[in-house]
């Protein structure tokens, strides 16, 4: 921890002899270790399988809150406060509409196209209800964070503006991430003062734009490739060898599995560093280089360790994306005030998870 000088360049710019304001960096420490949360880990999926999946909103619990007390900033863990009987009577309902949806297609798909327009009717409210848990049960120094619900605004960023997006050939998308994110960081508060959030949505193009000319580049080669070689042997003895057959979606998502590495790590680091609280700011220093390796080590530690080497897998990510996190502290931290905070239930946060809404920072 160390005390440096730094001009974020939000708000006015200081009068002539007017000091800079200083910060203190805070860098995130996350202390988890591998072997210990290994035991919490294989306690949760065996209590899982006997029974039948109902101990998993413990499992959460007990796996949350491992992670957010082992996660540190300016001295101080984060501590997760949701109790299991919410989450599971959230999930309860989120996986009876999914069942409802998955078995529906295969008696009447008129009626599985219904619960599927009625989830993407319901996904914007899910955003608000999944924040809005998240950040009721999420405190950092004793004080709770809180989500503001705005339902207008987020059927707007998370429904209305996906209906343009073909019409604009995709470059629309990263607009309407660009709001996603800006809506998700302004609505949160602590200790009452809300947050700020300084990119604009011209800032998320470059990343955007680079991942898909990358990705129509990679595409168009592979499958030059693999046209000309299976042409080639298709020509000798008239069918082409599995190795082709299969190789061509192998190398494919591979492809694709490096450029999401590279857009996350810049995405990431484009909302962390964009974000404010009064004076203070995060700043995220995550290499896309890295971060593939950690991926791609990780899902080969894996499928090597039949998934036995997963507890080692979220440890190592949390570890690295931690000490790539700075808070920059510009100001009293115990300024804020604990503000009273009211009950949200735990369907949205549930179902945002089974139905794989895009909510993450």
Same mark, same amino acid.
């Given at each position: 921890?160390?005390?440096?000088?730094?001009?974020?360049?939000?708000g006015?710019?200081?009068a002539?002899?007017? !000091?800079?304001?200083?910060?203190?960096d805070?860098?995130?420490?996350?202390?988890g270790? !591998?072997?210990?949360?290994?035991?919490?880990?294989? /306690?949760?999926?065996?209590?899982?399988?006997?029974t039948?999946?109902?101990?998993?909103?413990?499992?959460?619990?007990r796996?949350?809150?491992?992670?957010?007390?082992?996660?540190?900033?300016?001295?101080?863990?984060?501590?997760?406060q949701?109790?299991?009987?919410?989450?599971?009577?959230?999930?309860?309902?989120?996986?009876v509409?999914?069942?409802?949806?998955?078995?529906?297609?295969?008696?009447? /798909?008129?009626?599985?196209?219904?619960l599927?327009?009625?989830?993407?009717?319901?996904?914007p409210?899910l955003?608000?209800?999944?924040?809005?848990?998240?950040?009721?049960?999420?405190?950092?120094?004793?004080?709770?964070?809180?989500?503001v619900?705005?339902?207008?605004?987020?059927?707007i960023?998370?429904?209305a503006?996906y209906?343009?997006?073909?019409?604009?050939? =995709?470059?629309?998308?990263?607009?309407?991430?660009?709001?996603?994110k800006?809506?998700?960081?302004?609505q949160?508060?602590?200790?009452?003062?809300p947050?700020?959030?300084?990119?604009?949505?011209?800032?998320?193009?470059?990343?955007?734009?680079?991942?898909?000319?990358?990705?129509?580049?990679w595409?168009?080669?592979?499958?030059?490739?693999?046209?000309?070689?299976? =042409?080639?042997?298709v020509?000798?003895?008239?069918?082409?060898?599995?190795?082709?057959?299969?190789g061509?979606?192998?190398?494919?998502?591979? =492809?694709?599995?490096?450029?999401?590495?590279?857009?996350?790590?810049?995405?990431?680091?484009? /909302?962390?560093?964009?974000?404010r609280?009064?004076?203070?700011?995060?700043?995220?220093?995550?290499?896309?280089?890295?971060?593939?390796?950690i991926?791609?080590?990780?899902?080969?530690?894996?499928?090597?360790?039949? =998934?036995?080497?997963?507890?080692?897998?979220?440890?190592?990510l949390?570890r690295?994306?931690?000490?790539c996190?700075?808070?920059?502290q510009?100001?009293?931290?115990?300024?804020? /005030?604990?503000?009273?905070?009211?009950?949200v239930d735990?369907?949205?946060?549930?179902?945002?998870s089974?139905?794989?809404?895009?909510?993450g920072?």
């Amino acid at each position: 921890m160390n005390a440096t000088v730094i001009d974020d360049g939000v708000g006015p710019a200081p009068a002539v002899g007017q !000091a800079v304001p200083r910060t203190t960096d805070h860098r995130f420490e996350f202390s988890g270790d !591998a072997r210990e949360y290994f035991r919490i880990w294989i /306690v949760n999926l065996a209590l899982g399988i006997v029974t039948l999946g109902i101990y998993s909103a413990w499992a959460k619990v007990r796996t949350q809150r491992y992670f957010y007390a082992n996660t540190r900033v300016a001295g101080a863990p984060f501590d997760y406060q949701a109790q299991p009987l919410a989450i599971l009577k959230g999930r309860l309902i989120a996986l009876v509409l999914f069942g409802g949806y998955a078995l529906a297609g295969q008696f009447d /798909v008129r009626v599985q196209l219904a619960l599927a327009l009625l989830i993407a009717l319901l996904a914007p409210w899910l955003v608000v209800r999944g924040a809005a848990f998240r950040a009721r049960y999420s405190a950092w120094r004793g004080i709770n964070f809180r989500f503001v619900p705005d339902y207008k605004q987020a059927y707007i960023r998370y429904l209305a503006l996906y209906l343009f997006v073909p019409f604009t050939l =995709g470059l629309l998308y990263p607009f309407v991430k660009a709001k996603q994110k800006a809506f998700l960081v302004e609505q949160h508060r602590y200790g009452g003062v809300p947050f700020r959030f300084t990119a604009t949505p011209g800032d998320f193009y470059p990343s955007y734009l680079a991942a898909f000319a990358c990705g129509f580049i990679w595409s168009m080669l592979l499958s030059f490739v693999m046209v000309g070689a299976i =042409g080639r042997h298709v020509s000798v003895d008239g069918t082409p060898p599995p190795m082709l057959v299969y190789g061509f979606p192998l190398l494919m998502y591979a =492809g694709y599995f490096v450029i999401f590495a590279f857009l996350n790590a810049s995405i990431s680091n484009l /909302v962390y560093n964009a974000v404010r609280l009064d004076n203070h700011r995060l700043h995220s220093t995550l290499r896309g280089s890295k971060l593939l390796w950690i991926y791609a080590s990780n899902t080969l530690a894996i499928l090597a360790s039949i =998934g036995m080497l997963i507890p080692w897998a979220m440890i190592r990510l949390a570890r690295y994306r931690a000490e790539c996190l700075t808070l920059l502290q510009a100001g009293d931290l115990d300024a804020f /005030v604990a503000t009273a905070q009211t009950d949200v239930d735990a369907t949205g946060a549930e179902m945002d998870s089974v139905f794989d809404i895009d909510i993450g920072l």
